[in-house]
C-alpha cells in the first residue's frame, strides 16, 4: 500500500518571500502522479499542481513548482511570492493510474501568510 | 457548468439513523470517489467506482454502501449512523487519468 507522509503539521511565511512545503511518500509502483492540494477555509480542495513520476522535469504553475526527487520519493512545493491568499491547508497526495487512480493523502500542512 | 455536486451540504443525524449522501457530475467521467475527512487530517478512500456497475472498497468502507447504476450518479449510503462517522464527506470523479474534480463536501454530525 502507498503512504504519504507530511511531518510539518504547521508552516508560516512573510508576505512575498518563498516557502517550501515537504512531503515524502512509500510505493513499489514506478509509474504514478503526485499532486498538491489547496484546501482553504471554504473546504473546497483545489488542485494546486501535478507530477507524473515518468518525467524527470520539475512540474510548474506560475508562482509554484516542485522538486520532485523520485530515487529519495520526495516531491515538496515551492511557493514563490507568497500572497494572502496562499493562506491555507495543503495535502500532498499520490495517485496510480488507471483503476489505481484512487488518491492517497498525507495528513496535510496549514500554511499562514504574514502581512 | 456544475461539475460535482453533492447534496446535502451539511446534515445532523441520530445514532442509528440511515442517510443517503448525494453526488452526481455532469462531466461523463467514468471514475468516481468518495473520501472522509476527519478534523485536521487528510482525506481517507471510502469507496470508488470506475464505471456504472462497478464499485470496489477504499481504506475505510466499514459501515458504508454505494451503488453506480449509471455515469453520472455515485451515492454513499449510512445504514446504522454511529459518532465515529461523523465528518466531511467528499465526492469526487475523474476520467481515466486525469486529475480528480471534487464536490464541495458535506459535512455530517452523528450526535
Known amino acids: 500500500a502507498q503512504t504519504v507522509t507530511q511531518s510539518q503539521p504547521e508552516m508560516s511565511v512573510q508576505e512575498a518571500e518563498t516557502v517550501t512545503l515537504s512531503c515524502t511518500y512509500d510505493?513499489?509502483?514506478?509509474?504514478?502522479?503526485l499532486f498538491w492540494y489547496k484546501q482553504p477555509p471554504s473546504r473546497q480542495m483545489i488542485l494546486v499542481i501535478r507530477q507524473e513520476a515518468y518525467k524527470q522535469q520539475n512540474a510548474t504553475e506560475n508562482r509554484f513548482s516542485v522538486n520532485f526527487q523520485k530515487a529519495a520519493k520526495s516531491f515538496s512545493l515551492k511557493i514563490s511570492d507568497s500572497q494572502l491568499g496562499d493562506a491555507a491547508m495543503y495535502f500532498c497526495a499520490y495517485g496510480g493510474y488507471g483503476a489505481n487512480s484512487k488518491l492517497t493523502f498525507g495528513k496535510g500542512i496549514t500554511l499562514s501568510v504574514r502581512p | 457548468n456544475a461539475g460535482v455536486t453533492q447534496t446535502p451540504k451539511f446534515r445532523i443525524l441520530k445514532i442509528g439513523q440511515s442517510m443517503t449522501l448525494q453526488c452526481a457530475q455532469d462531466?461523463?467521467?467514468?471514475?468516481m470517489y468518495w473520501y472522509r475527512q476527519d478534523p485536521g487530517m487528510g482525506l481517507k478512500l471510502i469507496y470508488y467506482?470506475?464505471?456504472?456497475?462497478?464499485?470496489d472498497k477504499g481504506e475505510v468502507p466499514n459501515g458504508y454502501n454505494v451503488s453506480r447504476s449509471t455515469t453520472e450518479d455515485f451515492p454513499l449510503r449510512l445504514e446504522l449512523a454511529a459518532p465515529s462517522q461523523t465528518s466531511v464527506y467528499f465526492c469526487?470523479?475523474?476520467?481515466?487519468?486525469?486529475?480528480?474534480?471534487f464536490g464541495d463536501g458535506t459535512r455530517l454530525s452523528i450526535l
Open positions: 510505493t513499489s509502483e514506478s509509474d504514478y502522479y
Open positions: 467506482s470506475v464505471g456504472a456497475g462497478i464499485t
Open positions: 462531466m461523463n467521467h467514468n471514475y
Open positions: 469526487a470523479s475523474s476520467y481515466q487519468n486525469q486529475p480528480q474534480h
